[in-house]
């Protein structure tokens, strides 16, 4: 029986999916063990986008939490969706190089390298970038659907890619676009013009068609798979890994995955979700309309909230059908992000405003100005990037100076020649005020689910606003537990 690789997603696009990043590092913590023990080839654990949600939000240390899964785990390569490091607006090469040393640091092995235009020379800088770190880079091939986005495109594209000699090529589908039928086209072209270079596949189940596509990229060739662990799994997240394996087995193949270790962690995870309330994924129903519109399920939350603000959420199919318009004058930009949430933004604006590209977001204008990479000047509706460009802030914005600055001189900049690259890092990306509230939380602590069933009996009767004594009593034992009242 041949052999099928898993990659496990888990720690971070499927919490980023599923639970909008609120995933702490002590829910994660105590079962990194079992999911480091089960057989996968990564553990995708870490995207940028992580850095502010754990340093505002969570008031986590976020590259302490690698440092913290490595230690607990250490036998399973760690891995980085290093994506576009959308997170460096300016693109700061001297950052982006700290950054994946500071990553080495803390323990990742193997990073995914996006461009949101698939653009070769952009691959060619941010993977070089992780390789001086050590770090392995496996270069994102974006999938998406187009007039542009044909076969050829991505016969080009992966002849592109393999020139940088990378560690894999991953055909990465963050939409959910993939359906059997171009899977079953795709990938044999892929993996003709990769020659020895694996390919594995990341597809979301949003369309409802992730499972399938997974098998079907198998049943063509492709040896290493993208899952996460329910309730993690399916929704706008990725397929479930018992699902995949289970049928992967019946195809005749074999896994190499301990899924009955991984029990434990679904269980885990599920009380985590019924406690905190956060969502259990389930299986997406079949959605055609994804395919036309193809604004990611996160996006879609956005401007639903975009439109309530101003009394017009009755207007998001509206938005949905301006959204398709604005990507076409764009010149057909792959939906991911950050072009998927300046498409949908301004399509939004569009509606609301009453006049097409009548109000611009200044996103809009540095697109249009080039900012954010693509043959703009050929690819957007010259009528439209005429109109966009036609106005006093965009002369503001066509001064938004490029240049690189060495580390010395951001350094002096933020004043900060005395701090490490890690909190150099933070300091570049974050305010000072944020940083410090995240150090006087201390560290992580353990979130525990399976506890004592007095301990757990307790934990539960206390949540009820409706009581403020509790008493448990057996033979030689009584305990009184009861709330202050305000003085």
Known sequence: ?????????????????????????????????????????????????????????????????????????????????????????????????????????????????????????????????????????????????????????????????????????????????????????????????????????????????????????????????NTSIPPLADDSSLPSVFNVAANLRALGYATGIDEESLRPVERHFTTIARREGFPIGKPAPYDYSQYVHQVPGGMISNLRNQLQEVGAEDRVPAALEEAVRVRAEFGYPIMVTPLSQYVGSQAALNVIAGGRYEQVTDQTIRYALGHFGGDVQNLMDPEVRAKVLDRPRARDLAKFDHAQLSLAQIRRDLDAFALSEEELLLRFLLRTEDIDRMRAAGPAREYITETNPLVSLVEELSKRASRNTIRISKPGFNLTLGQRSPD
């Open 1 to 225: 029986m041949e052999r099928i690789e898993f990659v496990d997603v888990t720690l971070r696009d499927g919490h980023q999916s599923m639970w909008a990043e609120r995933m702490t590092t002590g829910m994660m913590l105590p079962v990194i063990q079992r999911i480091d023990g089960a057989g996968f080839r990564a553990l995708e654990v870490f995207s940028p986008s992580f850095i502010g949600k754990c340093v505002r939000d969570l008031r986590e240390n976020p590259i302490e939490r690698i440092r913290l899964l490595a230690a607990r785990g250490g036998r399973t390569p760690l891995r980085v969706n290093g994506g576009g490091l959308n997170l460096f607006s300016t693109d700061q090469l001297a950052m982006v190089e700290a950054f994946w040393r500071v990553m080495a640091a803390a323990g990742i092995r193997e990073t995914r390298v996006s461009d949101s235009w698939n653009d070769p020379k952009v691959w060619k800088r941010r993977a070089g970038a992780a390789v001086a770190a050590g770090v392995r880079p496996i270069i994102n091939i974006t999938y998406s659907i187009s007039p542009r986005h044909t076969d050829e495109y991505y016969i080009h594209r992966t002849r592109e890619a393999v020139k940088l000699k990378p560690f894999r090529i991953c055909l990465k589908d963050p939409g959910g676009l993939l359906t059997p039928e171009r899977t079953r086209a795709l990938v044999p072209l892929m993996m003709a013009n990769a020659k020895a270079t694996p390919i594995e596949i990341h597809t979301h189940c949003s369309t409802g068609l992730g499972p399938l596509c997974v098998l079907e990229a198998v049943q063509q060739g492709i040896r290493i798979v």
